[in-house]
């Protein structure tokens, strides 16, 4: 009942708000920081001043012509990062593993057992009956290729309509651009985070969060 009251709620809430402020010294303001320099240099859009504090030059007043600008190293490797991620081409991929389907998978595979066993006397009834019946189902050579077809091909229609279900949510979200996104935020921050939600025609829309905005558990190594 306490939990439940509103002060509580602020307090909490309070409570992690002024732990995660980035402006402070503490982790998140550290880590933060540290981010926002990362985000620099991936972009080579980092600051040079550090270099002219170095050789005592203040600001741009310079007696040499020194061009400033960042050279742009960084870019380049995160480039090449990203298109190597980017050329992979992910499918979804459903297995089922409640003891509904499983037991389902394991009735079909008896099944076709049955009818690679009992092949010749299956086509013996199907020749006097003048219908196939079993001969249009999957039947195997041997106990290999059962094993293996069960184990690697053999889908339920829930496996393959999730599958597509799933295909088609990542279509319709642009998947390509939001996944160069997630992988340019974790080459940064070594975060990526996504938001799911339905939009008002019930579609399920995914959404990319900025790691810089979100409340994280610390992390303990520097890679997350």
Aim: proline share 2%; charged share 35%.
């Amino acid at each position: 009942s306490q939990k439940r009251k509103k002060d509580y709620g602020l307090k909490i809430a309070k409570g992690i708000f002024s732990s995660a402020d980035r402006n402070s010294d503490g982790f998140y303001g550290k880590r933060y920081r540290q981010w926002r320099a990362n985000r620099e240099f991936s972009y080579g859009t980092n600051s040079t001043k550090e270099f002219m504090d170095l050789m005592r030059i203040e600001g741009n007043q310079s007696y040499i012509n020194i061009d400033w600008t960042s050279i742009k190293i960084a870019p380049k490797f995160v480039e090449i990062l990203l298109g190597q991620f980017m050329s992979r081409r992910e499918t979804p991929i459903v297995k089922a593993t409640d003891d509904n389907s499983a037991d389902t998978k394991e009735f079909e595979k008896q099944e076709a057992r049955f009818r690679m066993v009992e092949k010749d006397k299956i086509q013996e009834i199907e020749q006097a009956m003048g219908h196939q019946i079993e001969s249009n189902k999957y039947t195997p050579e041997d106990e290999d290729e059962l094993a293996l077809y069960f184990d690697l091909e053999y889908r339920l229609p829930e496996e393959i309509l999730f599958e597509q279900k799933i295909k088609k949510v990542l279509e319709d979200n642009d998947a390509n651009v939001l996944k160069r996104q997630l992988l340019r935020d974790i080459i940064d921050c070594n975060l990526a985070v996504t938001k799911l939600h339905f939009d008002a025609n019930k579609n399920i829309k995914i959404r990319r969060c900025k790691p810089e905005n979100m409340i994280y558990n610390v992390f303990e190594s520097d890679n997350g």
